[in-house]
């Protein structure tokens, strides 16, 4: 048996399974929450211990450790990902939102636009609004089952509209692609022409499967006024409730004023169990996320074969990174009310709705598959009984539930 197939039963306040979050978001309680982007496995040992021997110490005085933290982040992705960096590079918020939230005020003014690739991590909406920033779409494109980028749409936006800022998702959340060189160098070679800065999410760039080679914005040649958002463990070792946020800055004007204004708000002051347990984790915890990584390349191949197999009335969109999975629910030919009931009071499971990820994806959700597989399974075993039952006659949406049941 892995150790990732043990379900862990703790006492615990998680935000995926806090019943007022269940009820308000979903209506229920009765639900298998799969929704929330973090993982239901025990972090590796020795950032256990890393933890443990911070709490058993019971003194708690200041205390920094940025220079090993940085030393750690670099050494771990020249080792993981060919990538080299400049520990004197980096600077340090209290989270990889906060980090984009800053940059994005120090990279543009209020009523500029910054560009996104829709569907996407549904805060970037929040943190580009929240700045006085407006959101433009540069919808992806699904080509031959594929999701790509649409670089056309993408010129002639920077041509005609005021953008300063391309927030880039790589690997992409929700739908899963790992960027190829390729297409993360033409993307540069855009930006540059139209003097557009792109920031990167990185965060998930740990978590890559066997057939796919991540890239950073920072390897590309001509990259060295764009910035990556990097170096965060809370996605690759299961850590979000206790890691920091590092921006890799090359250029160094934009490094300057960055640091200088995440240090006027303290921003920078993460805690010593953030700084111990990332340097824990990058040290120490390569043989736990191969593990990881196996497992959960494992449970991906399961879940495509199973609806390939079983529910074929369902597109799913196979990840290359990331440990969620984008369902294309259309073809079930549901109205997103009877969707709704069918995954939620149905199949009682809790997904994210494709409607966080941009508006008009209302037949679309994200299922996080960071659990044991037999798990998994279950929630599987669940969406294909309800798809073969069809929708229940306990729900009632005026004529739209005469074409939806079959009472």
């Known amino acids: 048996m892995s150790q990732f197939d043990i379900l862990h039963t703790v006492e615990n306040n998680f935000a995926k399974s806090n019943p007022n979050y269940l009820k308000s978001m979903f209506g229920t309680t009765d639900v298998m929450p799969l929704w929330i982007a973090d993982m239901d496995f025990e972090i590796a040992k020795p950032i256990q211990e890393a933890l443990q021997k911070l709490v058993t110490r019971n003194i708690y005085a200041y205390e920094f450790n940025t220079g090993d933290v940085f030393k750690a982040i670099s050494d771990w992705n020249y080792k993981r990902h060919q990538l080299q960096l400049n520990p004197k590079s980096f600077v340090q918020v209290s989270g990889v939102l906060t980090g984009i939230g800053v940059l994005i005020r120090d990279l543009s003014e209020k009523g500029d636009g910054i560009m996104v690739q829709t569907p996407v991590y549904h805060q970037f909406f929040k943190v580009i609004e929240s700045a006085g920033r407006k959101v433009v779409s540069n919808k ?184 969620q999975i984008w369902l294309d629910f259309s073809k079930l030919n549901l109205s997103d009310d009877a969707l709704k009931h069918l995954v939620v009071n149905q199949a009682k499971l809790a997904l994210t709705p494709g409607d966080w990820f941009e508006g008009s994806h209302t ?17 599987f075993y669940q969406l294909k009984k309800a798809v073969d039952d069809g929708v229940d006659c306990s729900f009632n949406e005026g004529e739209q539930a005469n074409n939806c049941c079959s009472c």
Not at 237 to 260: D, P, T, W
């Open 140 to 323: 992806l494109k699904v080509v031959d089952g594929y999701y790509q980028m649409d670089f056309e749409d993408m010129e002639r936006k920077l041509k005609t509209l005021n953008i300063k800022v391309i927030l880039l998702c790589n690997p992409h959340n929700p739908v899963g692609r790992v960027w190829t060189k390729e297409e993360l160098q033409k993307l540069v070679a855009i930006a540059n022409t139209y003097n557009v800065t792109i920031i990167s999410d990185e965060i998930h760039s740990d978590i890559v499967y066997s057939k796919s080679q991540f890239n950073s914005i920072a390897s590309l040649e001509n990259s060295e006024n764009h910035i990556a958002v990097i170096g965060s463990p809370a996605k690759t070792f299961g850590m979000q409730s206790i890691s920091n946020g590092y921006l890799y800055i090359q250029n160094e004007k934009i490094h300057k004023q960055v640091k200088s204004t995440v240090g006027s708000l303290y921003l920078d002051h993460g805690s010593i169990h953030s700084a111990n347990a990332t340097i824990a984790a990058y040290t120490k915890g390569e043989e736990w996320l191969n593990d990881l990584l196996a497992y959960l390349e494992k449970t991906i191949n399961w879940i495509t074969d199973f609806v390939e197999r079983e529910i074929p009335q369902i597109i799913l969109y196979k990840p290359e990174g990331t440990y």
């Open 363 to 379: 037949q679309f959700m994200r299922l996080n598959f960071a659990s044991p597989l037999e798990k998994i399974q279950q929630a």
